[in-house]
């Protein structure tokens, strides 16, 4: 009878990341935990609003007639169906977004960016725009920011799914 693992470095059917894959992976994590509640402070600072919504307001502002389908900008932001339609309720509050029944299908709707909402991002891209400058690519040699973008775009090709019946966030 063969003997059960008795620590985790005995169990063969796991490929276990090498410390230099450690070291790496903890640098990536600690990095985009750090980027993202910087950016998330600033525009919670000088916008009253969190970083995902500042993508969402973006998002419509570079959609035609600055309006999506509230299905299209789930999928964009990669979030819940529930967690965007408590985002578009807050951005109503505050008149940036309005919300538009879709003709097409009696139970779709529009997030539509407002001229409010417009005036808004306008105002809260400059300080962004900064923070990202300076805590991201004014560290980086133009090297270093084409490799760290090719690098991003290998992993979020290999993490977006493709195949019918996926497990995705807005399908939630």
Excluded at 10 to 17: D, T
Excluded at 83 to 109: M, Y
Excluded at 116 to 122: A, F, N, R, S, T
Excluded at 138 to 161: C, F, N, V, W, Y
Aim: glycine share 6%; with cysteine.
């Amino acid at each position: 009878m063969k003997k059960a693992p008795t620590s985790v470095d005995e169990q063969p059917q796991h490929r276990w990341l090498t410390a230099e894959e450690q070291l790496v992976w903890r640098f990536y994590v600690h990095a985009t935990t750090l980027l993202e509640d910087h950016m998330d402070r600033q525009l919670q600072r000088d916008a009253g609003m969190p970083h995902v919504y500042y993508g969402l307001l973006v998002k419509l502002a570079e959609s035609s007639q600055r309006r999506l389908r509230m299905t299209e900008l789930a999928m964009h932001a990669k979030i819940t169906r529930s967690r965007l339609s408590h985002a578009i309720a807050r951005l109503e509050k505050n008149g940036s977004v309005r919300r538009e029944d879709c003709p097409s299908d009696k139970r779709g709707q529009f997030a539509v960016l407002t001229d409010q909402g417009l005036d808004m991002l306008k105002r809260a891209a400059p300080g962004h725009v900064a923070v990202v400058r300076n805590a991201l690519f004014d560290r980086l040699s133009p090297e270093q920011q084409k490799s760290l973008g090719e690098i991003m775009q290998i992993i979020a090709e290999g993490l977006q799914p493709n195949e019918a019946g996926a497990d995705l966030p807005w399908l939630r």
